[in-house]
C-alpha cells in the first residue's frame, strides 16, 4: 500500500515537473520570440520595409501596388531595389544574428510577402521598374519562365511516359502536355505592363482575383506534397484533383485576362517592340528586354514539342 | 393522345435519370466536401486567425498576448485603427515551425478619403492560437 502511494506521489511529482518543465520552455520561447521580434524592430531597414502593425499597409513592401506607383513613383521604386535585396539575401545575415538556426523560417516568412507584394506590382508600366520586379521574381524562381520548362521537361515529361500506378495516376489527373505550354504562354503575357492605369483599373478586380486564387494554391501544393511523402494515396488522388481544379479555374481567369488585357497593351511607349503571341490577333507592344525574353522562351515550338510527346 | 403516352413514359425516364444523376452528383459532392474537409490543414488555427482579425479591427485585443497588446498600443494602433474601416480578409496559408505556426492573411481596408488598399500580414501564433506578432 505504502509502495503504491510513493509510487504515485513520484508518477505525480514527476507529471507536475514535467509540465512545469514543458511551460517553463515554452514561456522561454516566446519570451525569446518577442526579444528576437524587438531586435528586428530595432533594425531601421526592417520597420521600414515591413512596417510595425498589423492588418494596415506601414511598411513600404506593403505598398508595393500598381496604384502605389501611380501615386508615388518615387518610393514605389525605392520599395522595389529593397524587395530586390531582400530576394537577393542581403539581409540574410542579420536574420540569423536575431533568430539563430531558427532563421530560415522567419526570412521564408518575410520573403513570403516580398514576393507576393512584387507579384502584385509587376504590371506596372516602367521601364527600369518592371525589369527589376522581374529580374528579382525570375532569381527567386517564381518568374523564371526557362526553369520552368525545365522542370516540366525533366520531371514531368518522363512522369507521362511511366507505366507505374503513380504515372498513370498522374497522367490521368494532368492535363494534356501541350496544355502546360500554353498555361506558361498565358502565364507569361498575364505578367507584362499595363501602359494605363484606367486600362489596368478595368482589369484590376480580375488580377486581384487572380492573385488571391493563386495564394490559396499554394496550400493545395503543400497538402500533395505532403500526402506524397505519407504515401497517402487517398489524398494524393483528392488534393491533386482538387489542385487540378483550382488551377483550372486560375488559368480560365488567367486566359480571359489575357484576352481582355492584350487590346490595352498596344499603347506605344519608348523601348517597345512588336510581338504577336497568338496569330489571329493584333500584336501587341512589350519592353524590348520582354520581347528577348519572349523569343527567346518560344512557347509556340515548345507546345509543339509538348504535343508530340506519346 | 397517341403521342402523350410514350412521351409520358420518356418523360418518367427522363425523369428518373435525371433524380439518379443528380443523387449520383450529390453523392459525389458530398464525397468531395467530406473529403475535403477532412483533409483541410489548420482549420482550427485559421478561424482563429480570423477572429483575431476581426478583433484587432474592433480594437480589442483578446487574442494577442500581453507582449504584443503592450506594443500594439505604444504604436498606436488605436489610432491607426481609427482611420480605417476593414472590409474583408482571408486566412490563405498557416505554416507550422515547431510548436509555433505562422499564419498568412489578405486584409483589404478603406481609409478615411475612401480610397480601398489591399495588404498582406503574417501573424505568428502558439499552440494555443495566441498571436505574439507579426
Known sequence: MHNTRRVSNIVKITGIGLLAAASIAEADKLRDLWRQ????????????????????????????????????????????IQAKRFLQHSFDREYEQVYGSDARAYMLKDRQKVVAGLLRAVNVPDYDAHRTIRDALRQDGILDFE????????????????????????????PPLGDLAEKEKQLFLA??????????????????????????????VDNVREALDKKDWIK????????????????????????????????????????????????????????????????????????AVK | MTDK??????????????????????GLYVTDKVLESKFERHPEEKKAVK??????????YQSVSDDYKQFLQQEGFD????????????????????????????????????????????????????????
Open chain 1, 191 to 220: 505578367t507584362m505592363p499595363i501602359y494605363s492605369p484606367d486600362d489596368y483599373r478595368r482589369i484590376e478586380d480580375e488580377i486581384e482575383a487572380i492573385f488571391e486564387q493563386s495564394m490559396d494554391s499554394w496550400e493545395s
Open chain 1, 236 to 307: 494524393v488522388a483528392h488534393q491533386a484533383k482538387k489542385l487540378r481544379g483550382d488551377m483550372s479555374d486560375l488559368f480560365e481567369q488567367l486566359n480571359d485576362l489575357t484576352d481582355r488585357s492584350l487590346p490595352y497593351r498596344a499603347g506605344a511607349m519608348p523601348r517597345t517592340v512588336a510581338i504577336q503571341p497568338y496569330p489571329e490577333k493584333p500584336k501587341i507592344f512589350v519592353f524590348d528586354y520582354i520581347a528577348k525574353e519572349w523569343n527567346d522562351l518560344d512557347f509556340d515550338r515548345w507546345k509543339a514539342k509538348l504535343d
Open chain 2, 79 to 134: 489610432k491607426a485603427m481609427e482611420s480605417i474601416t476593414v472590409t474583408s480578409y482571408n486566412v490563405f496559408r498557416i505554416e507550422e515551425k515547431g510548436d509555433l505556426k505562422i499564419s498568412h492573411y489578405i486584409v483589404h481596408y478603406t481609409d478615411k478619403k475612401g480610397k480601398q488598399h489591399k495588404n498582406i500580414g503574417s501573424f505568428v501564433m502558439d499552440e494555443q492560437c495566441t498571436i505574439h506578432g507579426e
Open chain 1, 37 to 80: 521580434r524587438k531586435q528586428m524592430m530595432d533594425k531601421q531597414w526592417y520597420v521600414e520595409m515591413f512596417g510595425k502593425l498589423p492588418i494596415v499597409a506601414d511598411g513600404d513592401i506593403e505598398k508595393l501596388s500598381y496604384d502605389f506607383y501611380d501615386e508615388d513613383k518615387w518610393a514605389f521604386k525605392n520599395a522595389v
Open chain 2, 5 to 26: 403516352k410514350p412521351r409520358g413514359c420518356l418523360s418518367k425516364l427522363v425523369r428518373a435519370t435525371l433524380a439518379a444523376a443528380a443523387l449520383g452528383a450529390a
Open chain 2, 51 to 60: 477572429s483575431a482579425l476581426e478583433q484587432l479591427a474592433g480594437e480589442n
Open chain 1, 147 to 174: 526553369f520552368h520548362k525545365r522542370q516540366i521537361d525533366q520531371h514531368v515529361v518522363p512522369r507521362y511516359k511511366g507505366n507505374g500506378d503513380l504515372e498513370t495516376a498522374l497522367r490521368t489527373i494532368m
